[in-house]
């Protein structure tokens, strides 16, 4: 569970930072050079050995539908929404993660849907009215596509290692990054029509876009699958919502989006707050 705190942490400032100091740069653009970087990261560690051809296919288009749908749909959403609008739109993740898990078990675990409706509600509760956006709803459903392929990524990579405990995460990840890679490139080069790399990019944006490449994206979405092996489902799902106060405070009050009213933001944040490490209790617990 470390793993996920650590990422959370880490994580909290990411919406705030894209939103704010990435301002003018073309989110596909934004996407590709992260994972790109990531895929730089991590190319040193990669084995080819301990690996066959369909497992490589497996965690490629893993790496295409986690980080890459995820990242493209999740990147445009700013173009319609503000950080912190971004960062709520995201709760939904823990529920796909419980129902998706559910299917592929062909179970159904009752106490980690409790958990995950609480964390649904504490991270709405925290930014619950006061949405302004002219075009929320596309960004709203461009933020569920990218919690649906983040969610199923979650589960899958969970199954998929936790039956290969000797291979380590480490030397197959530089796979999902290359899937993800390729898929944004792609997905840049035909809807945006650009260049993949923001060759308009200020040296202060690059240094946000190494940050985010390596330590973010690189490092984080590393820890973050990792950790998910290690931990239950429930858990898993509920950390997902973990990240959507930290993120919030961080886009309303360190990057300055919050409008007035702050004490009353402020309860919201420890309301909603609450109710989430209440589920994050109740699913460890269980």
Known sequence: MI???ITTLIWAFSFGLIGNALKGLDPLQIADTRLLLALIAFIPFMKFGNTNGKEKRQLILLGALQYGVMYTCYLSAFRYLPSHLVALFSVLTPLYIVIIND?????????????????VFGAAIIKMGNIDSNEIWLGFGLMQVA????????VYYRDWKRSRAHITDSSIFGFLYLGAAIFTTIATLLISQQPPIPLNATPTQWFVLVYMGIIASGL????WNKGGTQTSVGVLATFNNAVVPLAMFAS???????KGGTPEELVRLTIGSLLIVSALLIAKRK
């Open 3 to 5: 793993y996920l705190a």
């Open 103 to 119: 299917l592929r078990q062909r179970s159904f675990t009752p106490w980690y849907l409790v958990a995950t409706v609480l964390s």
């Open 252 to 258: 309303l009050f360190v990057f300055g989006e919050a």
């Open 147 to 154: 919690n649906l392929a983040f969610a199923f990524g979650q």
């Open 220 to 223: 984080c979405f590393f820890l």
